[in-house]
């Protein structure tokens, strides 16, 4: 709006651009960091449980933070400067994301346990493999949303909505996305699948990402007043999928005390991050 007023709404439609622009590259590498996990299918039959529950741990850590600082908090900040209730807005949005993945996640148990009752003679790797691929597709869909409003938000000039942060947040979403890839990939292998298979639908999980982190930023850029919303609702899909599958994985390891504190350093880092660059 200020641009505007001042008549430089080239600029403005620049910005704006710009912003989509980011959310693209930057929601194309998670998808290629998911192709990376599923491509060491090529690579090894079996990958080192301990590297892989120890980046879920710090991805947890970061994605923890980057939930508070980079979308909560401007969340609040711009419900406020929109004379919104601050509290009601971030409450509707946090939880509308949250009961979105639960939802998610409750069909997606109903549809496999009717699966299973009518495949228990015989195992389909189809319908396992179509499971697989929706499971972390689901989780994927509002994670590209958020680094999408992330990067719009950046234009509204919040305090914690910076560029900056906008790109921690993809890298710590994108350092997750890792082991989501060779989780789909490694199982397919299993079932029977051929390298290039799995490794196809390994990488097809994440291709949802650039699709949504765009809508999310032209939502954003669009309509200001969804800005609020939206931040927390990220916020709350973020923080479920790392309470739902995150932690609880990485908790499975033996050394799960040393999982704990790679999620400690994750979160620290990126509130670090945070706070002096942004």
């Not at 807005?89 to 346990?113: Q, V």
Request: with cysteine; glycine share 10%.
């Amino acid at each position: 709006d200020r641009l505007r007023s001042r008549g430089l709404g080239d600029v403005y439609k620049r910005q704006n651009l710009n912003s989509i622009e980011q959310t693209l590259i930057a929601t194309l590498f998670t998808w290629s960091i998911t192709a990376l996990g599923a491509a060491l299918v090529f690579c090894f039959k079996k990958i080192n449980k301990n590297l892989l529950d120890a980046m879920l741990g710090f991805s947890a850590g970061v994605m923890i933070a980057a939930s508070f600082f980079s979308l909560i908090s401007p969340s609040i900040e711009m419900a406020t400067s929109l004379n919104l209730n601050a509290w009601l807005t971030a409450f509707i949005g946090f939880m509308g994301g949250g009961i979105l993945l639960f939802i998610g996640d409750k069909l997606y148990d109903k549809i496999s346990t009717k699966k299973e009752r009518k495949d228990k003679k015989e195992k389909n790797s189809l319908k396992r493999a179509i499971m697989l691929v929706v499971s972390i597709t689901l989780h994927n869909i509002p994670e590209g949303m958020a680094i999408g409003v992330a990067f719009g938000s950046v234009i509204y000039g919040l305090d914690g909505a910076t560029t900056t942060t906008a790109c921690i947040l993809a890298l710590g979403i994108g350092i997750q996305n890792f082991p989501e890839g060779t989780a789909v990939s490694l199982p397919l292998l299993r079932e029977g699948f051929s390298r290039k298979k799995a490794f196809f639908l390994g990488q097809l999980s994440g291709i949802v990402e650039p699709i949504a982190g765009v809508l999310g930023a032209i939502l954003v850029i669009k309509v200001r007043y969804l800005l609020p919303y939206l931040l927390a609702f990220a916020a709350g899909a973020m923080i479920y999928v790392v309470v739902q599958e995150l932690i609880p994985e990485s908790q499975t390891n033996k050394k799960k005390e040393l999982m704990a504190l790679f999620t400690l350093i994750g979160f620290s880092l990126m509130m670090i991050l945070d706070v002096a660059l942004g």
